[in-house]
């Protein structure tokens, strides 16, 4: 058992690594809520396996210097390819699926039964977003991407106070439709599209894109004035 939560601490040391970039002993371990000590055992294992890197070290008060932890390439390949793994045949089956209606309609036919597909996405997204604030409406439908597979987050953009702000940064770290996204790529502009058509009072703006070798997408959503 003691391995089992050993193992599943490491995992969760290298997904928050992901989703957030870099963090410190001390946030992870306030994080995940285990001691400082048992947390510095699971990154010398993790720093050991080649997993983990730190580059810098900041002050933490009087206290001594913090290593600020991050993931080494081979450690974010490592989990694009366990997501890979359960995702794998399901978008298998959906590559092959398009191909085949590409080859019996036509890739333009295809497209326009894509395109369809995200106009009803959109639709379900905007009838349960509801009418709340930006925040709200950008909180719900982060989480409703979560269900859908997509380790998804969002943050306010230059202000303090969430609940003021007009402008908010949407990262997807794991898509979950990356391989139909490399045999189709037009989904990526529907995607976009989608974002846009559920928010209609914003602007929607992508800024990172998993396609072009990025380690994310990202989607820049401002009010309009």
Not at 104 to 122: C, N, Y
Not at 178 to 184: D, H, L, Q, R
Request: glycine share 6%; hydrophobic share 35%; proline share 2%.
């Amino acid at each position: 058992m003691a391995t089992t939560h050993q193992s599943s601490t490491k995992q969760d040391i290298l997904e928050y690594l992901l989703e957030h970039s870099q963090a410190t002993a001390f946030e992870l371990a306030e994080v995940l809520d285990i001691s400082a000590q048992a947390i510095r055992r699971h990154l010398k294992d993790l720093e050991a396996e080649e997993l983990i890197l730190y580059s810098t070290t900041v002050q933490a008060g009087m206290g001594r210097p913090q290593h600020v932890y991050q993931l080494s390439s081979l450690g974010r390949d490592r989990l694009h390819r366990q997501s890979d793994h359960f995702g794998d045949s399901y978008g298998n089956f959906a590559v092959s699926l398009l191909d085949t209606l590409a080859e019996t309609v036509g890739r333009d036919q295809v497209k326009t039964i894509l395109q369809k597909q995200w106009e009803r996405k959109a639709q379900e997204y905007r009838d349960r977003l509801g009418k709340g604030s930006l925040k709200e409406r950008v909180a719900n439908l982060v989480e409703f991407r979560k269900a859908e597979g997509f380790m998804a987050e969002y943050h306010p953009v230059d202000s303090h106070d969430s609940s003021e702000c007009d402008r908010f940064i949407l990262m997807e770290h794991k898509c979950a439709i990356s391989n139909v996204a490399e045999s189709f790529p037009s989904i990526c502009g529907h995607e976009l599209e989608m974002f846009a058509a559920v928010l209609p009072d914003c602007t929607v703006e992508r800024t990172h894109w998993i396609i072009n070798g990025e380690h994310r997408c990202g989607y820049l959503v401002q009010a309009r004035e």
